[in-house]
């Protein structure tokens, strides 16, 4: 089994800065990405950030400049650095692993944490 945790999550002001971070624990391939989706209510779910296992990133426009995702590795840990928090961040954020087992695409996701930016 592949358990995901995140942590971290809340309220801020907009203008303020916020990090999140998700350990993963279990028996994956260290061949994998790792990333961050927020869903918004009565929104599609959105790619944020994703860090693959390479060391190669990748960011939605909305957020480049603000966030920066990293990762480390001996840890199983990612985190997202969030800066200049807007209102329109608000979301549920869940940390997601993308791997294979037994030959096929594998998705695992995290129960996600609230972020709520609002004065």
């Known amino acids: 089994q592949v358990q995901l945790v995140e942590s971290g999550g809340g309220l801020v002001q907009p203008g303020g800065s916020l990090s999140v971070s998700c350990a993963a624990s279990?028996?994956?391939?260290?061949?994998?990405?790792m990333g961050w989706y927020r869903q918004a209510p009565g929104q599609q779910r959105e790619s944020v950030a994703i860090?693959?296992?390479?060391?190669?990133?990748s960011y939605a426009d909305s957020v480049k400049g603000r966030f920066t995702i990293s990762r480390d590795n001996a840890k199983n840990t990612v985190y997202l650095q969030m800066n200049s928090l807007k209102p329109e961040d608000t979301a549920v954020y869940s940390c997601?692993?993308?791997?294979?087992?037994?030959?096929?695409?594998?998705?695992?996701w995290g129960q996600g944490t609230q972020v709520t930016v609002s004065s």
């Open positions: 860090a693959s296992s390479n060391g190669a990133t």
């Open positions: 997601t692993l993308k791997t294979f087992r037994g030959g096929r695409p594998t998705d695992y």
């Open positions: 279990g028996n994956f391939s260290s061949i994998n990405v």
